[in-house]
């Protein structure tokens, strides 16, 4: 998962160089804190015996992740490049890739909060 998130962050980056300089401390820097949090929240359920509480925290953080790069598309911020708005708009691509990688992301922290919350599976006796 750790993987994921490293290529998530440098793609993120690379994204969020070319917003518009006005939103350079605020909308910019909560994708950045929100990212780190997800990173950090993952790298916590990974070390911690009982799991339950910081994975919930980690969903929640992720969703926030996932509205705060929605309404960066929402307000056309993907649609800038080198901080002026690029006439090719290649903000719906920069919104589907991110999207996409978020959403690999939330299947993983889905999938890891179910089997953290219905325990392992019991194995099926086989029958002789």
């Known amino acids: 998962m750790h993987?994921?998130?490293v290529l998530f962050a440098t793609q993120l980056e690379g994204y969020l160089m070319h917003f518009p300089h006005c939103h350079k401390y605020t909308l910019t820097q909560a994708?950045?804190?929100a990212y780190v949090d997800v990173y950090n929240l993952v790298t916590e359920c990974q070390k911690r015996y009982h799991k339950k509480t910081t994975l919930t925290q980690?969903?929640?953080r992720h969703e926030q992740l996932r509205m705060l790069i929605n309404l960066a598309h929402e307000l056309k911020l993907f649609d800038?490049?080198?901080g002026r708005k690029d006439n090719e708009l290649p903000g719906e691509h920069r919104h589907l890739v991110l999207s996409r990688m978020v959403d690999e992301l939330?299947?993983?922290i889905?999938?890891?909060l179910k089997s953290e919350i219905l325990g392992p599976e019991p194995?099926?006796?086989v029958e002789a």
Request: proline share 0%; glycine share 14%.
């Open 110 to 112: 889905g999938g890891w």
């Open 123 to 125: 194995l099926n006796a």
């Open 31 to 33: 994708i950045r804190q």
């Open 58 to 60: 980690l969903d929640v």
């Open 80 to 82: 800038y490049s080198a």
């Open 3 to 5: 993987r994921k998130l």
């Open 106 to 108: 939330g299947r993983m």
